[in-house]
């Protein structure tokens, strides 16, 4: 039977528990909200140059430029992004749950290549006998454009020099504060996409040429498109991690009543006990 | 014979700049300006640094600009550029203050700089105070 200090003592570590996932909750509410808006600013030029890319890559040969090639997946990569940290629900355990499907369609491990993006992947990935290609831990505490283009970089050029045919992306999509979705997006080579009114889309004029702007824009498309899905990512880490705080928090709350009511009801029990031997010595005496 | 119109985009890495339906656009092509009206044949072309001119209905709006691209389908076109400022917003003092920047930068030589770096952000920077100035004297016809 727990005694009175115990109950006690359990309440006020349940409280202390409480003040951490308050404070979590604070900070990634404040996160949110700034990563929230880089991600809405920066959706509708990534979308837009991603459908240009497609465009393009539904009106020009393949082989024109290597970005665009269709080569025998022979080397597969996949691009997984995961949190630094925990507490943020089932947010890593979705990409990774998603990721080891993904990749169990392999039936040779060492095809596959993986470039690992947060913390929480790296610790799974690597003990499972992977080939790690490229590793970005403590990442995203200061989000820079310039470390998309330094992920960019490499993937581009491990793909020119064909040491990877296909490109993937395993990210967490923010939807809202409270939902993300794990999407697995193909990076290279371009899908190509026909515009809704192909109609008109016969002649397709490039100017000056198709091979000139593609070279200006292959690259920046890639760059841009890291730069979403970090962000995308980072927006949700922190949305999931907001979310599982706020339910953290509700749930010591109910935690701390029903304790209180415990004790309450076990110091209610002494007293009546205590009453009760006073009264039946009481009632002794007069006899 | 009756105005058509077409929708117009102009995106930059931060944010969408502007969208509307509009009757003719000008655009600084890298061989020189160009015009778009509604129909034009599908296209895909670079920007160079320069203005992009806005015919709407009754207004017509002038943005100053630095490369990018465009795309040009039958019923929308996007221009994705890296910058662009509405003309009525340019801060003159700032690009003043940036032109100069650059120029001591060209001019210096100190060792490391990035010369190509430095003439694109004066070329940037005149672009911005030529069309801000055109719009505060306006072009007496």
């Known amino acids: 039977m727990a005694t009175l200090r115990d109950i006690k003592q359990r309440i006020s570590g349940v409280q202390k528990t409480q003040q951490i996932t308050r404070a979590l909750k604070m900070v990634a509410a404040v996160k949110l909200r700034r990563a929230q808006q880089s991600i809405i600013q920066a959706r509708p030029y990534a979308h837009r140059l991603g459908a240009i890319m497609g465009h393009i890559a539904s009106k020009v040969e393949h082989n024109l430029h290597p970005l665009l090639e269709e080569r025998e997946p022979k080397r597969v990569c996949y691009v997984i992004v995961t949190a630094d940290q925990g507490l943020c629900g089932s947010f890593n355990q979705n990409i990774i749950r998603k990721a080891d499907a993904e990749l169990s369609q392999y039936q040779d491990k060492q095809a596959i290549d993986l470039i690992l993006i947060g913390r929480k992947g790296r610790d799974y990935f690597t003990k499972r006998n992977y080939k790690v290609i490229g590793e970005y831990i403590a990442f995203f505490k200061n989000l820079q454009f310039s470390q998309a283009v330094d992920i960019a970089q490499l993937i581009m050029d491990l793909y020119n020099e064909e040491k990877l045919d296909r490109i993937f992306l395993i990210y967490n999509e923010f939807k809202s504060a409270a939902q993300q979705q794990v999407v697995v997006e193909q990076l290279l080579p371009i899908i190509p996409v026909i515009p809704e009114d192909e109609t008109f889309m016969a002649d397709y004029i490039f100017e000056p040429d198709a091979i000139t702007i593609l070279d200006t824009l292959c690259p920046k498309n890639i760059n841009i498109q890291v730069w979403r899905v970090l962000l995308e990512s980072f927006a949700s880490e922190m949305g999931a991690r907001m979310t599982a705080m706020e339910y953290a928090t509700e749930n010591a709350n109910k935690l701390i009543a029903d304790l209180q009511m415990l004790y309450n009801k076990i110091r209610q029990e002494g007293i009546t006990k205590e009453i009760l031997e006073i009264i039946s010595g009481s009632e002794a005496l007069k006899v | ?141």
Do not use: C
């Open chain 2, 1 to 141: 014979m009756e105005d058509k119109f077409f929708k117009l985009e102009i995106v930059t890495p931060l944010k969408i700049i502007y969208q509307d339906q509009v009757k003719h656009i000008r655009l600084p092509g890298v061989d020189g300006y160009f015009g778009i009206m509604a129909g034009h044949a599908p296209f895909v072309t670079s920007l160079a640094i320069g203005e992009i001119k806005v015919d709407l209905a009754n207004d017509t709006k002038y943005f100053a600009t630095s490369r990018g691209i465009v795309e040009v389908l039958p019923h929308t076109t996007t221009i994705l550029v890296e910058t662009a400022e509405d003309a009525s917003q340019i801060d003159i003092e700032r690009a003043i203050y940036a032109k100069e920047r650059a120029h001591r930068r060209m001019t210096e030589h100190v060792p490391g700089t990035d010369i190509d770096r430095a003439k694109d952000a004066w070329f940037r920077a005149v672009n911005r105070l030529k069309i801000a100035r055109k719009l505060k004297e306006p072009e007496s016809k």
